[in-house]
């Protein structure tokens, strides 16, 4: 099975797709697919197709919309290779005490590839293997077709779970981005980091790499713009000053001549306020 969640939902098995088009099964695959390999409870499932105010009649229709998964999955199963051992429909989308499990069988999962490369680097820059990390993140990151679930009606369940994963998106992101700029890739940088300050308006460390990467490409007076702006969004959307991090990357921006090199680090272990603007 080939799970693919890090954009449009697409999972498919032995070479079929086993995703429905009506919205709630989709939602219910969604969970799944998520979570493959681990129960998803029943009571989860429903909050997650009608909130807090289920029908009564939520549990069977629920098992309505698992047996439309599991005729899909039934289709694909006769796509098996010969020799094979056989499988059911029912042992791949199992009835597990108190929900139901999606059974991968060791099949891919685009979530599980990135978390692998992150980890990797994130550890690289740990070891100060700048070139390493960037590699590592930037593979992780090419994952990434969309934002996530990028076609499924998303309820509190799924709503939750895509937040937390454009989070570790962003994580790694920034990640990235300091690599290549202890990397001296400045200049190369400017082009995307303007971009992500526009949709991230009070995002500090991203603004502060920018910051850093202005004053590195000979832009003094434009890197303090970046602080002011960032200063006013922070204040009149959050009633919030510039962490102490950022602060200091703007003292040490002024205290540097117009064309003097600046080798303070960007401010990673600052607020990381993503609100998108």
Request: a positive charge; charged letters at 25%.
């Amino acid at each position: 099975m080939n799970i693919e969640v890090l954009g449009a939902l697409n999972v498919r098995l032995n070479d079929a797709s086993v995703t429905p088009t009506a919205p709630k099964p989709r939602q219910v695959l969604a969970m799944l697919a998520l979570h493959a390999d681990r129960v998803v409870p029943v009571a989860s499932l429903i909050e997650e197709l009608w909130g807090e105010r289920p029908p009564r009649s939520a549990r069977t229709t629920l098992q309505t919309y698992v047996l439309q998964l599991r005729e899909l999955i039934s289709g694909a199963l006769r796509r098996e290779p010969q020799g094979a051992p056989p499988r059911t429909a029912k042992e791949v989308l199992a009835t597990a005490p108190g929900g139901y499990v999606l059974n991968t069988a060791g099949g891919a999962s685009d979530i599980r590839d990135f978390e692998r490369l992150a980890g990797l680097g994130y550890r690289a820059m740990d070891a100060g293997d700048f070139a390493g990390a960037a590699r590592q993140l930037r593979d992780a990151l090419a994952l990434w077709t969309g934002g996530a679930l990028a076609d499924v009606p998303a309820g509190t369940q799924l709503e939750t779970q895509v937040r937390g994963l454009e989070e570790t998106r962003l994580c790694a992101l920034d990640q990235r981005i300091e690599a290549d700029l202890r990397l001296g890739r400045h200049r190369e940088l400017l082009g995307e980091l303007t971009m992500l300050v526009s949709r991230y308006r009070t995002h500090e460390t991203l603004h502060g790499q920018l910051m850093l990467a202005l004053h590195r490409s000979g832009r003094r007076s434009e890197a303090l713009d970046v602080y002011q702006r960032l200063r006013t969004a922070l204040v009149r959307e959050l009633g919030l000053e510039p962490s102490t991090a950022l602060r200091r990357v703007q003292r040490s921006i002024l205290m540097a001549g117009p064309e003097a090199p600046l080798d303070a680090p960007a401010p990673a272990a600052g607020r990381l306020l993503s609100r998108a603007g």
